[in-house]
């Protein structure tokens, strides 16, 4: 089982950053893929932004250039810088892991608990 800790969310002004941590433990196989989603009230979780282990990425739509994913694979943890926010971008903000378990491509996918990213005008 897989542990998903978030941190980093909070309330800034347009045109602030922020930074999510999301670290990853507990008995993990092998981690192939981490990322970001987010919820806003009334509206589907989206694609934030996803990194596998090849550093391969990628963002959901509008997204890339002002938020960057990265991870740290020794820690098991990855990082969303996010720019320029917009108060669209209010939302919660969920970790997601997938932990591979077999070498026909099944896997896990877990799920952080969420983190409220609020954007003021």
């Known amino acids: 089982q897989v542990q998903l800790v978030e941190s980093g969310g909070g309330s800034v002004q347009a045109g602030g950053s922020l930074r999510l941590s999301c670290a990853a433990s507990?008995?993990?196989?092998?981690?192939?893929?981490m990322g970001w989603y987010r919820q806003a009230p009334e509206k589907q979780r989206e694609l934030v932004a996803r990194?596998?282990?090849?550093?391969?990425?990628r963002y959901g739509t509008s997204l890339k250039g002002r938020f960057t994913i990265s991870k740290d694979s020794a820690k098991n943890t990855v990082y969303l810088r996010m720019n320029s926010l917009k108060p669209e971008d209010t939302a919660v903000y969920y970790c997601n892991a997938e932990e591979a378990y077999s070498s026909g491509g099944d896997y896990n996918s877990y799920w952080g608990q969420g983190t409220q990213v609020t954007v003021s005008s």
């Open positions: 507990g008995r993990i196989f092998r981690i192939r893929a």
């Open positions: 990194i596998n282990s090849a550093d391969s990425t």
